[in-house]
């Protein structure tokens, strides 16, 4: 497990494969206290010749059986029909996204390549009172909680999230201390949330020759008390 703060109102490289590539935008509070909050708002997926959007839209009064999420395919809007387990289909793209409950929770798939799990989460006042997030009435920082599962990755993969999953990667993150932060910012960030101009960027690049199969669940987001984007495996 690891923390990566980031920084509010930046883009930044999770993962980046040659023909993948996850940029997440980040949101924030400042704090007196050091590092400034920060969760995920949204995240731009780039597959093939394809740009897939799954944001959080700005929210003051969070309502439950509200859907705060916004999805977008190539620029277009994505309507899901309402109702647990109704599903949305792209054959073009191959995309399938299912829902997971009424609102706010989704599963994306691409058969044989990823899957990503999505849920739209507000701050509330309680966790902004414990926590000392000093969130106002006019906006709940309403974030994405995701999940990530890859069918393959290339040797070279790299993103926040990425090297984690390069073959002979070793964390230089401090595994015994309270909070084990991943730095990294300047080799991370994008220009915006579809580029990939980042310093580690694989995308379109020629494959390894060897593919990284059957890769573990990585659940990403905010958690209680966390100032920034919580990882684990």
């Not at 995309?95 to 849920?119: C, D, H, Q, Y």
């Not at 509330?124 to 999940?147: N, P, V």
Request: contains cysteine; negative net charge.
């Amino acid at each position: 497990m690891f923390y990566f703060h980031g920084k509010k109102d930046k883009d930044f490289c999770l993962v980046t494969d040659p023909d993948l590539h996850i940029n997440g935008h980040f949101i924030g509070k400042k704090s007196t206290k050091g590092r400034d909050f920060t969760w995920v708002q949204s995240i731009g997926i780039l597959f093939g010749p394809n740009q897939l959007y799954i944001g959080a839209n700005k929210v003051s009064d969070w309502h439950d059986t509200t859907d705060y999420m916004h999805i977008q395919l190539n620029g277009q809007d994505v309507i899901i029909p309402t109702g647990d387990s109704e599903t949305w289909l792209s054959s073009e793209t191959g995309v399938s996204i299912k829902r997971v409950g009424p609102a706010n929770a989704i599963v994306l798939e691409i058969a044989g390549s990823f899957k990503v799990t999505a849920r739209v989460v507000p701050i509330t006042q309680e966790e902004s009172r414990i926590h000392g997030y000093d969130i106002m009435s006019d906006d709940c920082f309403a974030h994405l909680e995701l999940g990530f599962k890859f069918n393959s990755l290339s040797s070279s993969v790299n993103g926040v999230l990425g090297q984690t999953y390069a073959p002979g990667y070793r964390t230089q993150v401090k595994m015994g201390a309270p909070m084990p932060i991943m730095g990294g910012n300047h080799k991370f960030s994008s220009s915006h949330l579809f580029s990939t101009d980042c310093a580690v960027s694989r995308f379109g690049l020629n494959h390894d020759a060897d593919e990284l199969d059957d890769l573990p669940m990585v659940a990403c987001g905010g958690d209680s008390g966390a100032r920034g984007m919580v990882c684990k495996r």
